[in-house]
């Protein structure tokens, strides 16, 4: 019989074997977390054979570095194309907010979240989870920053985009231990500090006063 469609070279079946073996890797990661994942597991999903796998990344953290680096490209581009694909008005911070809530509401996050915990305790995968996450801060960053101009000219973007980031992992968080109610709370919360807190050019965050009550003084 003859073969359909061009011949795959050798290129395109290596990056093709790596992508199934991010992807397998993100998928195991989010339901058995970092400790239940194994590279025996990633490579049976992947539908390659243990040697091609440990010819690509040789150690479970090369494997896990390298998923987590693809979800952020892959997460990257998504937030792009919808940030785009928004109309002309809707293209403000309060869109932005809804489009990064909207695109981080996945598996992916799940697997996110296993590498952050897993890395508190893990003298070896800390290191990994500190660039991942400071990476990926920067990344969103720089698109807040492309897509808002008054977000590339606020000294205090960056800190805004932490936490944004934060409380949509919280919210992951609860949503997954079946707290909805608490998981949408966050995100309305995040709605509304971003109105409360605009990005703007060379302000500062608006100075908050702490009453201490009477008695309740730390000694």
Do not use: C
């Not at 992807?23 to 040697?51: D, F, H, K, N, Q």
């Not at 979800?71 to 109309?87: C, G, H, I, K, N």
């Not at 079946?178 to 995100?187: F, R």
């Amino acid at each position: 019989m003859a073969r359909i469609g061009p011949r795959q070279t050798q290129a395109e079946r290596t990056a093709a074997t790596r992508t199934a073996l991010l992807e397998a890797t993100v998928e195991v990661l989010a339901e058995r977390g970092y400790a239940g994942t194994s590279t025996t597991e990633i490579a049976r999903r992947a539908g390659v054979s243990r040697g091609a796998q440990l010819h690509h990344f040789p150690a479970k953290a090369d494997l896990v570095g390298a998923a987590l680096d693809h979800v952020f490209a892959e997460r990257e581009a998504v937030f792009r194309a919808y940030f785009a694909a928004l109309p002309e008005a809707e293209r403000t911070q309060a869109g932005a907010v809804e489009v990064l809530a909207e695109t981080g509401q996945s598996s992916h996050q799940l697997a996110v979240q296993e590498l952050l915990n897993a890395a508190r305790t893990d003298d070896e995968l800390r290191p990994l989870a500190r660039r991942v996450l400071r990476d990926y801060e920067a990344a969103i960053t720089a698109i807040f920053a492309e897509v808002l101009p008054e977000a590339a000219t606020d000294p205090f973007a960056s800190s805004r985009v932490m936490v944004a980031l934060a409380l949509l992992q919280s919210a992951g968080l609860h949503r997954e231990l079946g707290l909805v109610d608490e998981a949408d709370e966050l995100v309305s919360t995040l709605r509304v500090l971003a109105e409360l807190f605009p990005f703007a050019a060379d302000t500062a965050p608006t100075p908050v006063s702490i009453t201490v009550p009477e008695g309740k003084a730390s000694r």
